[in-house]
C-alpha cells in the first residue's frame, strides 16, 4: 500500500459527459502528479500541483483540468468525453520540496470507460 | 526532450531463467532513472531507483546500474519466478523536466512454471 488513495477505483460513462477523479496524497507530501495510462500512449504525465498550485504541465487536453485543495487532495476533472479518454488514470504524490527529484509514490488507479 | 527507450515485448521465459530488460534514456541534465512494475489489475510500484552514476538499485532479486558513458539502466534478475510476471517500466525523472517522470512504453514479461 503507498499511502495514495484513489476514488473511485472504476467509472463507466457515456460520450460528452464529464467525471471528476479524486485523489488524496500520502500524508505529508505536498506534490501529486496526475498520469494516463492508456493502450496507445503509454504512460504519460497530465499535470503535477505543489501546495495548491499548478507547478507543470504535460500533455494535458484542454478538455481536462485538475485542482488541488487546502487539505492537499486533488480532483482531476474530464470533460465533453470521448471515446478515447478511456484509460487508466493515475495520481501520484512525493515529498516536501517542489525542486528536488523525490521518490513519486502511485495510487491504485482509476479505471475511466467512456462508452 | 528527455525520453526513454526500452526493449519491446512481450518477454516469455521459463521459471529460473536468467532475465535483462534493456533500457536506454536521453536526458539534458543527470536524471534519476527509476524501474516501475505493474502487476495485473493492480498500480505502479517503485522496483529500484539510481539517483547518479554508477549506483546499483537492487530489490527482491532484481538490479538495474546506472551507466552515464552508455545513456543505459538495464534491469537484470538471476533467476526469475511465475511471480514476476508483470509489466516493467523504465523511468527517468529530473530538474529539467519538473520532477514529473517520463516512463518508457513498458515490457510486458510472462513466466512459464
Known amino acids: 500500500d503507498s499511502g495514495v488513495t484513489q476514488t473511485p477505483k472504476h467509472l463507466i460513462t457515456a460520450t460528452g459527459q464529464r467525471v471528476t477523479l479524486r485523489c488524496s496524497p500520502r500524508s505529508g507530501d505536498l506534490s501529486v502528479y496526475w498520469y494516463q495510462q492508456s493502450l496507445d500512449q503509454g504512460l504519460q504525465f497530465l499535470i503535477q500541483y505543489y501546495n495548491g498550485e499548478e507547478r507543470a504541465k504535460g500533455n494535458i487536453l484542454e478538455r481536462f483540468s485538475a485542482q488541488q485543495f487546502p487539505d492537499l487532495h486533488s480532483e482531476l476533472n474530464l470533460s465533453s468525453l470521448e471515446l478515447g479518454d478511456s484509460a487508466l488514470y493515475f495520481c501520484?504524490?512525493?515529498?516536501?520540496?517542489?525542486?528536488?527529484?523525490?521518490?513519486?509514490?502511485f495510487g491504485p488507479g482509476t479505471r475511466l470507460t467512456v462508452l | 526532450g528527455d525520453s526513454v527507450t526500452q526493449m519491446e515485448g512481450p518477454v516469455t521465459l521459463s521459471e529460473e531463467a536468467f532475465l535483462t530488460i534493456n533500457c536506454t534514456y536521453t536526458a539534458t541534465g543527470y536524471p534519476s532513472l527509476f524501474w516501475y512494475v505493474q502487476y495485473p489489475g493492480e498500480g505502479l510500484q517503485l522496483l529500484l531507483k539510481?539517483?547518479?552514476?554508477?549506483d546499483k538499485g537492487s530489490n527482491k532479486g532484481f538490479e538495474a546500474t546506472y551507466r552515464k558513458e552508455t545513456t543505459s539502466f538495464h534491469l537484470e534478475k538471476g533467476s526469475v519466478q511465475v511471480s514476476d510476471s508483470a509489466v516493467y517500466f523504465c523511468a527517468l525523472s529530473d530538474y529539467s523536466s519538473a520532477s514529473k517522470i517520463i516512463f518508457g512504453s513498458g515490457t510486458r514479461l510472462s513466466i512459464r512454471p
Open positions: 539510481a539517483t547518479k552514476a554508477d
Open positions: 501520484a504524490s512525493s515529498g516536501r520540496t517542489s525542486l528536488s527529484v523525490n521518490e513519486q509514490f
